[in-house]
């Protein structure tokens, strides 16, 4: 069974930064399309960045673009988001995903079939 384990979240001030992971087990991780979601209390689970099973492609949420920075590490079968100027509005708990090969969406959730646990990070201001 796919494990992801999400790491990293916590309370920051606006401004600030927060670097999370997210560590695969028990798959090729080279393989896979891999992604990041975010929902907020009461709110939907929203699409926030992907990153090709290469890592040569990546594409983010208008709403983070320009702040935040997804990439892969094959070697240590690691997926990061670095999360730069965070808002409070950033506030939510952070899922990390494995895309199948068979999956062409890379932006719903319904693109992904395993799931992290999830990270909260809070943002204050």
């Known amino acids: 069974q796919v494990q992801l384990v999400e790491s990293g979240g916590g309370l920051v001030q606006a401004g600030g930064s927060l670097r999370l992971s997210c560590a695969a087990s028990r798959l090729t991780f080279s393989r896979y399309g891999m992604g990041w979601f975010r929902q907020a209390p009461g709110k939907e689970r929203e699409f926030v960045a992907t990153i090709s099973w290469s890592g040569s492609t990546t594409l983010y949420a208008d709403s983070v673009k320009g702040r935040f920075t997804i990439s892969r590490d094959t070697a240590k079968n690691t997926m990061y988001l670095q999360m730069n100027s965070l808002k409070p509005e950033d506030t939510a708990i952070y899922y990390c995903?494995?895309?199948?090969?068979?999956?062409?969406?890379?932006?719903?959730?319904?693109?992904?079939?395993?799931w992290g646990q999830g990270t909260q990070v809070t943002v204050s201001s």
């Open positions: 995903a494995l895309q199948p090969r068979y999956s062409s969406d890379s932006v719903a959730r319904t693109g992904y079939n395993y």
